[in-house]
C-alpha cells in the first residue's frame, strides 16, 4: 500500500480528520484521537504504517516477522510495520479499520453521537 493509499482508504471512514505531524507523517484521527499513523522522511523511503489493535492482535502481530511495537506507542498496544509486504493491503485494511472502531469505542457517547458514530 501506498501513502496516497492509505490516505484515501482513512478518509473513507466514518469522522476522520487528517493532519500532518512530526515531520511529515500522515495521521489520521477520529474525535480527535489517533487510529493510524504513515510515516516515512526520506524519498523513496518505504512507507511504515502505525495503528491501534487489540490486545490479541498486539500480540499476535508483534510476533509476526516484519512487524515490531510501535516507537513510542507500543505501551498503548500500537504496533508498526517495518517490512514492505508484512502485512497484505486486505489485511493492512481490516486492522485499520479495527484501530479506527477500537478509538471511536473510546470516545464518549456525546461525542459519538456529534460524530455520527452511534445511533
Not at 489517533?34 to 508483534?62: M, Q
Amino acid at each position: 500500500m501506498t501513502r496516497d493509499e492509505f490516505d484515501a482508504f482513512c478518509k473513507k471512514l466514518p469522522a476522520t480528520t487528517h493532519v500532518i505531524q512530526w515531520g511529515n507523517a500522515s495521521v489520521w484521527k477520529v474525535g480527535g484521537k489517533i487510529f493510524a499513523i504513515c510515516s516515512g522522511w526520506g524519498e523513496g523511503d518505504f512507507p511504515r504504517f502505525s495503528f491501534k489493535c487489540s490486545d490479541i492482535s498486539y500480540s499476535l502481530l508483534t510476533q509476526q516477522e516484519g512487524m515490531i511495537p510501535a516507537p513510542y506507542l507500543a505501551r498503548a498496544k500500537w504496533v508498526q510495520m517495518e517490512e514492505e509486504g508484512a502485512l497484505s493491503d486486505a489485511d493492512l485494511k481490516a486492522y485499520i479499520e479495527a484501530a479506527h472502531k477500537i478509538i471511536a469505542a473510546k470516545l464518549t457517547r456525546k461525542q459519538q453521537k456529534e460524530l455520527g458514530l452511534a445511533g
